[in-house]
């Protein structure tokens, strides 16, 4: 982390909250971010959030799992170790197609869950954010925004957070 | 049950119920959801004991069946196949369910999903743990069974045969059973941060927050989450279609009358949905009284699971009646034996008259509101609609087998003890794995419901899922 700080402001509603990302990013604010128990219809917009690479991880795995669906199948069945079932032709046959499907939802599930838990650097049990206890309510029924600021502009953007109708102002310790 | 606040007020009697009742705020929602885990009551450790208790019928069981061989169980010439595929047919389908709710519903954006996706998706993954165990088992001697169903370079050089639907079904149903344990889980984790966020006790804290993986409700983390839950119901919508698909292949692909017909994928795919929903029913309607769930699982909940199952049911009565229209209209003898014959009128004939008054008959009633409403019927006939779902693999795999072409070879089966404790032992294995989720994990998706509970109180169209 750099010599900045983090502040927590928390907001009332989804409006209230959108506002001041607006305000605060309008003003070149440091990073923001927002912290709430269910995702907020149209927050990417407000935090200018690129496109998740979530479906391409999916699709790229997907098509290996197809692809390695017809290697394996081909190489153990009709190279290795060649198996004629009813002298049904070798290559390609539909028979393939139940491994082609089963393999490649297989991997593209599994890519996506370790696509996430890469992009979000899980597991990550602690995180400084756990030091403000009332930042626990982000979870249960609070919206919190986060902002990014120079130590010494903390007060100065904590009065800002306030003005923009913030009901709790919380400043993330410092931790070693 | 309380009346909902609304309910003061004249409402239009053709608007549907909402799905939420009385208004809650997100904390209510939020302990109402967690109150069980967090302050649980005393009946769970009687019921718990019962199932543990049952679970040892399990263990006795499978010890058995390993220490003396699979002679122990009822199965022999004819009928190789007793027991131990009727219950995995049995338990695979009632998975399926879980899967429609938390998969399908949420791409056809039906919001009624919300408050029973998370029940169904556990029941979806207790159950394929249970049918699971009836292959392995079933194969005698399971350590020596790998190198014919998973593709490892062995000391023999041999590889399984990828042409047979008993290979296609393992890969089916180990594909199926890790997609719907990671759906479950990451729909899970918001739930767990939430519950690591609202325990009191350091111990609580620090099991959940560890299973919480880190959640914070980050939105850089909503952002991708949100399109990883809509990609994993696409992907499991045509799993769920496929697994029940191919499991009907073990016998579709075969010769044997009663089992070589094409209509047996799509039936046997709404014979599972069929069950499924029973399952969930059976499971659900005590449950949402024990935990005072009834203003989020609302009747309308109960009543619109009562009505996929009419439709399933008119779906499987379909594949009843064309299967009877194909013997008739093939013109095989065997086929017409089978049918017109030993169904109708040989000594298992009373488990095919089960089946059709369970599976076909039953599910009738509820064209009547009061029916579908009802909850002691709805019960009764959930559970009815399972022994009915279970008489009809019982007719699939042992009345067909036990009369085949040859009459000198014809048998009978009887199930041995240990068929009867295997089962037995399944069925309480899965009610002790069901009632710990419900002590230890939230058992209603708290953040989707808060999430709805957002959007009817802005009155904004929304999916009611994450997606």
Redesign the interface.
């Known amino acids: 982390m750099s010599a900045g700080r983090t502040l927590l402001g928390k907001y009332p509603d989804v409006d209230s909250l959108f506002g001041a990302a607006r305000k605060l990013r309008g003003d070149g604010a440091g990073r923001l971010n927002f912290y709430s128990p269910f995702p907020l219809e149209g927050a990417e917009e407000v935090l200018g959030l690129r496109k998740s690479p979530i479906p391409f991880i999916a699709g790229a795995a997907g098509f290996t799992g197809v692809v390695s669906a017809v290697l394996m199948q081909w190489w153990m069945n009709d190279v290795a170790y060649p198996i004629n079932v009813g002298n049904r032709m070798a290559v390609p046959t539909p028979t393939w197609v139940p491994i082609m499907f089963e393999l490649g939802v297989l991997l593209a599930g599994v890519s996506i869950f370790m696509g996430l838990m890469a992009l979000f650097r899980f597991p990550q049990p602690y995180s400084p954010l756990s030091e403000v206890e009332a930042f626990r309510s982000a979870t249960v029924d609070a919206l919190w925004l986060s902002v990014n600021v120079p130590a010494a502009d903390v007060e100065r953007t904590s009065d800002e957070l306030r003005r923009l109708g913030a009901v709790d102002v919380q400043l993330v310790p410092e931790v070693a | 049950m309380t009346p909902p606040a609304a309910s003061a007020v004249h409402r239009d009697p053709l608007a549907e119920t909402p799905l939420i009742l009385g208004h809650p705020?997100?904390?209510q929602v939020?302990d109402a959801l967690l109150k069980p885990i967090l302050d649980p009551n005393r009946g769970w450790k009687v019921l718990a004991g019962l199932a543990a208790a049952g679970t040892g019928l399990l263990v006795l069981g499978i010890t058995v069946t390993l220490a003396r061989g699979i002679g122990m169980w009822g199965n022999n010439q004819p009928v190789g196949w007793g027991y131990g595929i009727i219950n995995f047919v049995w338990w695979i389908g009632i998975g399926h369910a879980g899967t429609l709710i938390s998969a399908i519903l949420l791409l056809f954006q039906q919001k009624w999903r919300t408050s029973i996706n998370r029940f169904a998706e556990a029941m979806t993954i207790f159950a394929v743990m249970q049918a699971g165990l009836f292959p392995l088992i079933h194969t005698g001697r399971p350590w020596l069974a790998i190198y014919w169903l998973f593709?490892y370079p062995n000391t023999m050089?041999?590889?399984?045969?990828?042409?047979?639907?008993l290979?296609?079904d393992v890969?089916?149903v180990?594909?199926y059973f890790?997609?719907s344990l990671?759906?479950w889980?990451?729909g899970l984790i918001?739930d767990l941060?939430?519950l690591?966020?609202?325990a009191t006790s350091r111990v609580q804290r620090m099991a959940y927050?560890?299973f919480a993986?880190?959640?914070?409700?980050?939105?850089?983390?909503?952002?991708?989450?949100?399109?990883?839950y809509l990609?994993?119901a696409a992907?499991s919508t045509?799993?769920v279609l496929?697994v029940h698909s191919?499991v009907s292949?073990d016998f579709a692909v075969s010769q044997l009358p009663g089992w070589h017909t094409t209509i047996f994928p799509p039936y046997f795919v709404a014979g599972a949905v069929l069950s499924g929903f029973a399952m969930v029913l059976t499971l659900m309607i005590p449950t949402r009284k024990a935990f005072r769930f009834e203003n989020l699982v609302t009747e309308r909940h109960l009543e619109n699971m009562a009505k996929v199952m009419l439709v399933t049911s008119m779906i499987v009565s379909y594949g009843y009646l064309l299967e009877n229209f194909m013997a008739w209209y093939g013109g095989s003898a065997y086929e017409a034996h089978l049918f017109f014959k030993t169904r109708l009128t040989g000594p298992y004939a009373p488990i095919y008259f089960m089946m059709i008054a369970f599976n076909v008959l039953v599910p009738q009633t509820f064209w009547w509101k009061r029916a579908r409403t009802s909850l002691t019927w709805l019960f009764i006939a959930s559970i009815l609609v399972n022994v009915g779902m279970w008489a009809e693999r019982f007719v699939i795999i042992v009345v067909s087998l036990h009369r085949d072409f040859l009459p000198s070879s014809w048998g009978m089966f009887f199930p041995t003890w240990v068929d009867w404790s295997i089962y037995i032992g399944t069925i309480s294995f899965f009610s002790l794995l069901f009632l710990l989720f419900l002590r230890f994990v939230p058992s209603v998706a708290?953040?989707?419901v808060?999430?709805l509970n957002?959007e009817m109180r802005h009155g904004?169209a929304?999916t009611g899922g994450?997606a």
């Open positions: 705020s997100d904390l939020n593709p050089g041999i590889w399984p045969n990828f042409k047979s639907p290979i296609w890969f089916a180990s594909t890790t997609i990671l759906f889980f990451i918001p941060a939430a690591r966020d609202s927050g560890v993986l880190g959640w914070r409700g980050s939105a850089r983390h909503w952002h991708h989450y949100k399109i990883a990609i994993l992907l045509p799993l496929s191919i292949f708290i953040s989707e808060k999430e957002h904004q929304g994450h």
